[in-house]
């Protein structure tokens, strides 16, 4: 039997992603970028501020993370909250004792019920990410069209709201639908940080900005999904670091997630990780939207 030469017709095949979302490009194919003072390493730590409702919403699905056992599930709803009552100002002071400055994505519901830890992110230099309005704020292709333009039309307003207006957006889980990145540029987002698959910042078609955040790297896969320790953690960071500075002009992208990375038994190893990286002298430590700034200087034409 003979396939029908039809059978494997397909009008979007083309190099690349059959998808008119941004245009493919090879990074190797791209000038390198330099970055402030010449450096060739950007590292970009974000933290992540959230807040999980005791009664999880399986709609469209449920956050990584999230409520696990019986209702109520004061175990995962107080560890949870461990990280925005303690965890994050220890990641606050070991940046602010070293004079950097991170990017924070933050659900819009951890600043309402947390005035005061919004006011130290915001005294430290940090830059507020949006990332949803809760750990239920979250999006996929099965959501219907008004249901996802309402939680990102609530988050820009609860944000507004509050008096800060985030260019940056982290979605839930880094998920999105189809339609989400033209939703975003619509409530006035410049970038997002939901694609992992470059090592660079780079355009969509339709000009929102992509600033991968990999989260192969995360704390909380190599730590929580993995089971690796702190010290493992910190040497894949490094491991990582030493191969992107050799590429040179790269991002390498450090997810913080404040009740894992911060618990008292692993706080000082990421410390003592941050003290090394510094002393390579090879790396600028930025937030997300200070990278795309300097990426667009060095080549608007590349964003």
Partial sequence: MTLDPGYLDYPRRRPGYDHDLYPWSNIHSRPPVRWPDDRPLAVWPC????FF??????VPFRAPGHMQTAFPDYRHYTARDYGNRVGIYRLLDAFEARGLRASVAMNVAVAERCPALLQAVLQGGHEIVAHSTDMNGAIDGSLPAEAEQAIIADTRARWTALGHTPAGWLSVARSQSFRTADLLLEQGFRWMADWCNDDLPYA????II???LNHELSDRQIINTTQASADSYCQQIEDAADWLAGEGGRVLPLQLTPYIIALPYRIAAFEALLDRMLARGDCWFAGGGAIIEAAQAVSSARL
Avoid: H, R
């Fill in 204 to 207: 969509f078609a339709n000009g």
């Fill in 47 to 50: 933290i992540v501020a959230e």
């Fill in 210 to 212: 992509n600033l991968p």
């Fill in 53 to 58: 409702p005791i009664t999880p919403s399986d």
